[in-house]
Protein backbone atom coordinates (compact mmCIF):
# COMPACT_ATOMS: atom_id res chain seq x y z
CA UNK A 1 0.00 0.00 0.00
CA UNK A 2 1.86 3.54 -1.11
CA UNK A 3 1.57 6.20 1.09
CA UNK A 4 2.48 9.72 1.10
CA UNK A 5 3.36 11.54 4.22
CA UNK A 6 2.74 15.77 4.46
CA UNK A 7 4.73 18.01 6.69
CA UNK A 8 5.24 21.53 6.91
CA UNK A 9 1.56 23.06 7.23
CA UNK A 10 0.98 25.65 9.86
CA UNK A 11 -0.05 28.84 10.94
CA UNK A 12 1.38 31.91 9.25
CA UNK A 13 0.96 35.67 8.58
CA UNK A 14 0.24 37.14 5.27
CA UNK A 15 2.90 37.85 3.29
CA UNK A 16 4.80 34.58 4.95
CA UNK A 17 6.46 31.71 3.66
CA UNK A 18 5.93 27.70 4.15
CA UNK A 19 7.56 24.90 2.36
CA UNK A 20 5.14 21.70 2.55
CA UNK A 21 7.17 18.56 1.96
CA UNK A 22 5.57 14.95 1.05
CA UNK A 23 7.21 11.60 1.15
CA UNK A 24 6.51 8.41 -0.85
CA UNK A 25 6.35 4.99 0.81
CA UNK A 26 7.81 3.79 -2.59
CA UNK A 27 10.36 4.74 -5.17
CA UNK A 28 8.69 7.18 -7.44
CA UNK A 29 7.95 6.10 -11.15
CA UNK A 30 9.39 8.30 -13.62
CA UNK A 31 6.22 8.53 -15.53
CA UNK A 32 4.26 9.77 -12.46
CA UNK A 33 2.94 13.09 -11.89
CA UNK A 34 3.39 15.01 -8.63
CA UNK A 35 1.29 17.72 -7.23
CA UNK A 36 -0.16 19.27 -4.82
CA UNK A 37 -4.18 20.38 -4.31
CA UNK A 38 -5.95 22.05 -1.52
CA UNK A 39 -9.04 22.63 -0.57
CA UNK A 40 -10.75 25.33 1.75
CA UNK A 41 -14.03 25.03 3.41
CA UNK A 42 -16.86 24.99 1.69
CA UNK A 43 -15.16 24.82 -1.21
CA UNK A 44 -14.13 22.05 -4.28
CA UNK A 45 -10.45 20.64 -4.26
CA UNK A 46 -8.32 22.32 -6.39
CA UNK A 47 -5.53 21.76 -7.89
CA UNK A 48 -2.79 24.23 -7.08
CA UNK A 49 0.38 22.99 -8.51
CA UNK A 50 1.72 19.90 -10.94
CA UNK A 51 4.87 18.82 -11.64
CA UNK A 52 6.11 15.90 -14.67
CA UNK A 53 9.01 13.80 -14.17
CA UNK A 54 10.98 16.37 -17.06
CA UNK A 55 9.96 19.01 -14.77
CA UNK A 56 7.26 20.58 -16.83
CA UNK A 57 5.21 22.47 -14.48
CA UNK A 58 1.69 23.80 -13.95
CA UNK A 59 0.20 26.14 -11.53
CA UNK A 60 -3.08 27.62 -10.31
CA UNK A 61 -3.34 30.97 -11.93
CA UNK A 62 -3.47 32.52 -8.27
CA UNK A 63 -0.29 31.32 -7.03
CA UNK A 64 1.99 32.15 -10.21
CA UNK A 65 4.87 33.66 -9.24
CA UNK A 66 4.23 32.60 -5.42
CA UNK A 67 5.00 29.06 -5.04
CA UNK A 68 6.89 26.45 -6.40
CA UNK A 69 6.90 22.90 -6.89
CA UNK A 70 9.87 20.59 -7.02
CA UNK A 71 10.39 16.94 -7.11
CA UNK A 72 13.41 14.72 -5.86
CA UNK A 73 12.66 10.84 -7.24
CA UNK A 74 16.16 10.22 -5.96
CA UNK A 75 14.29 10.84 -1.90
CA UNK A 76 10.87 9.99 -3.17
CA UNK A 77 9.72 13.40 -2.01
CA UNK A 78 7.47 16.71 -3.83
CA UNK A 79 8.12 19.49 -1.94
CA UNK A 80 5.85 23.04 -2.39
CA UNK A 81 7.87 26.36 -1.58
CA UNK A 82 4.53 28.67 -0.96
CA UNK A 83 6.33 32.20 -0.86
CA UNK A 84 3.82 36.08 -0.08
CA UNK A 85 1.02 33.80 1.41
CA UNK A 86 -1.87 35.25 1.28
CA UNK A 87 -5.72 34.90 3.94
CA UNK A 88 -7.24 33.00 0.59
CA UNK A 89 -4.44 30.69 0.49
CA UNK A 90 -5.56 29.05 3.75
CA UNK A 91 -7.36 25.76 3.09
CA UNK A 92 -5.92 22.08 4.04
CA UNK A 93 -3.13 20.78 1.29
CA UNK A 94 -2.81 17.00 -0.66
CA UNK A 95 0.06 15.93 -1.84
CA UNK A 96 -0.71 13.55 -4.85
CA UNK A 97 0.94 10.83 -6.90
CA UNK A 98 -0.80 10.01 -10.10
CA UNK A 99 0.52 6.89 -12.31
CA UNK A 100 -1.72 6.06 -15.37
CA UNK A 101 -4.40 4.16 -13.69
CA UNK A 102 -4.39 5.19 -9.90
CA UNK A 103 -3.82 8.18 -8.14
CA UNK A 104 -2.78 8.30 -4.22
CA UNK A 105 -3.22 10.95 -1.76
CA UNK A 106 -1.61 11.87 1.59
CA UNK A 107 -3.52 12.47 4.88
CA UNK A 108 -3.49 16.83 4.12
CA UNK A 109 -1.81 19.44 5.95
CA UNK A 110 -3.87 22.61 7.26
CA UNK A 111 -1.99 25.53 5.93
CA UNK A 112 -3.61 28.80 8.04
CA UNK A 113 -2.93 32.34 6.96
CA UNK A 114 -4.12 34.91 9.54
CA UNK A 115 -2.81 37.89 11.39
Known amino acids: QVQLVESGGGLVQPGGSLTLSCVVS????????MGWYRQAPGKERESVALVSNGGQTVYLESVKGRFTISRDNAKNTVTLQMNDLKPEDTAVYYC?????????WGQGTQVTVSS
Open 96 to 104: SYDLINKAY
Open 26 to 33: ENIESYSV
